[in-house]
């Protein structure tokens, strides 16, 4: 079974880089709900192997990727994006 | 069981452990005894009682169901769902017992003589079909609870084991995973049934299977004295008639489940979800998508995550994710 962390408020926060994961999962409109986005981002770089950006409202998360230039698509659908870090 | 040769009128009284155990399960108990009806139609056969001014509407409904509505008795109009006796019919006020059946066995249900041929005509298990004749007809038990357990040698038999598909002690409350009184806690041909009807039920009724096999998982006490019988949960208690004892009859089924009001609470609402069944189907496709590309010992963060369902999905759903 994988080992999950979650926290409501953990993408307000920088607690959570202390330790590295494989893969994180995002709704990528809570970027806008966040301060220092760009901030998040490179945590996120440094920090997750894989990333999986998903809607519920049918936004297409690929309006994003704008924030995620260093990484790499390898899996898509039309609310749902996995990137991986180069 | 020392019966005495009295029983009191059809009565049931509930009562609530405290007010937060109501609020969220008295509406779910009324969904589950709702979809229960639903379920039973979706079988072959089933009788209901159908109140005079609903049969024709009730007709119209089995006709799209490729049913007919078929009565089969008159029984007085009870003020509680379950009842343990047939109820008198008083000042012609009645409602049908109706068998809601395919058009081509209408012949067999007119030429059946007694309930044997009627519980084979409703699919009902032989072992329980004869249990039933000979402690309900001829025996005239009104509460077939104690006789499921009558070979234990004490008053007070205590139960381990018994599967929620098994557990028939809510029945009064219209909880109950199969339509016939089963021979026994274990009995396989019930289990059997009972998990086709909890798969006849599908999607259209999945909350409610849901919070019936919680309910019927937790720890029960049926108990029976001077012709009350009363069933204790942590949740509810609730008395009724019974056959009349000098002695009191226990029957508890023991279990390590408990219900957790908190988490008993919708989970889906505060994630933005209209019910569970969406909520499920959004995470459920998540998990599909990340098939393949997630390992067991895999390290993952659920970033604004509400209330953290999809991480716990995600985390249950380990058979569809290959090492």
Not at chain 1, 10 to 24: E, G, H, Q, V
Not at chain 2, 73 to 91: D, L, M, Q, R, T
Not at chain 2, 107 to 123: F, M, P, S, V
Request: hydrophobic letters at 40%; aromatic letters at 12%; glycine letters at 6%.
């Amino acid at each position: 079974m994988p080992k999950g962390e979650f926290h409501t408020m953990s993408i307000f926060s920088n607690y959570y880089w202390r330790k590295n994961y494989d893969l994180a999962l995002l709704m990528p409109g809570r970027l806008n709900e966040n301060s220092n986005p760009h901030l998040l981002i490179e945590n996120l770089h440094s920090h997750v192997k894989r990333i999986l950006l998903y809607t519920y409202d049918g936004t297409d998360p690929a309006l994003y990727f704008k924030h995620f230039y260093d990484w790499t698509l390898v899996k898509s659908s039309p609310t749902m994006c996995l990137l991986e870090r180069n | 069981m020392n019966r005495l040769d009295f029983s009191l009128p059809n009565f049931f009284r509930m009562q609530w452990a405290n007010d937060e155990s109501r609020k969220i399960w008295e509406p779910r108990i009324a969904k589950i005894s709702s979809a229960w009806q639903e379920i039973e139609l979706a079988k072959g056969a089933a009788i209901q009682f159908i109140s005079i001014d609903n049969l024709i509407d009730y007709a119209k409904k089995l006709s799209k169901m490729g049913k007919i509505a078929f009565p089969v008795a008159k029984s007085g109009i009870s003020s509680s769902g379950y009842v343990s006796k047939s109820e008198p019919v008083k000042n012609n006020q009645f409602e049908y017992r109706v068998a809601a059946i395919s058009p081509e066995d209408i012949h067999k249900w007119a030429n059946a003589k007694d309930d044997r041929e009627i519980g084979e005509l409703l699919g009902y298990p032989q072992c329980c079909i004869d249990f039933f004749d000979k402690y309900w007809n001829q025996d005239k038990y009104i509460d077939l609870t104690w006789p499921m357990v009558i070979d234990t040698p004490s008053n007070e038999v205590i139960l381990q084991d018994v599967l929620p598909e098994n557990n028939i002690l809510l029945r009064w409350l219209g909880v109950r995973p199969v339509s016939h009184l089963p021979c026994s806690f274990y009995c396989a041909a019930t289990r059997e049934i009972a998990k086709d009807n909890i798969e006849a039920a599908g999607f259209g009724f999945k909350e409610e299977m849901k919070w019936m096999m919680e309910l019927l998982s937790i720890p029960v006490n049926w108990s029976a004295i001077h012709g009350i019988g009363e069933v204790k949960t942590s949740l509810f208690r609730f008395c009724f008639n019974t056959d009349a004892t000098g002695d009191k009859y226990s029957v508890s089924i023991v279990s390590d489940k408990k219900i957790d009001l908190e988490k008993g609470k919708d989970i889906w609402t505060d994630n933005g979800f209209s019910s569970l069944l969406a909520m499920d189907k959004a995470h459920g496709e998540i998990i599909q998508f990340l098939n393949g590309y997630i390992k067991d010992d895999d390290e993952v963060i659920d970033l604004g995550c509400g209330n953290g369902q999809l991480l716990l999905s995600l985390m249950q759903h380990k058979s569809i994710i290959p090492n």
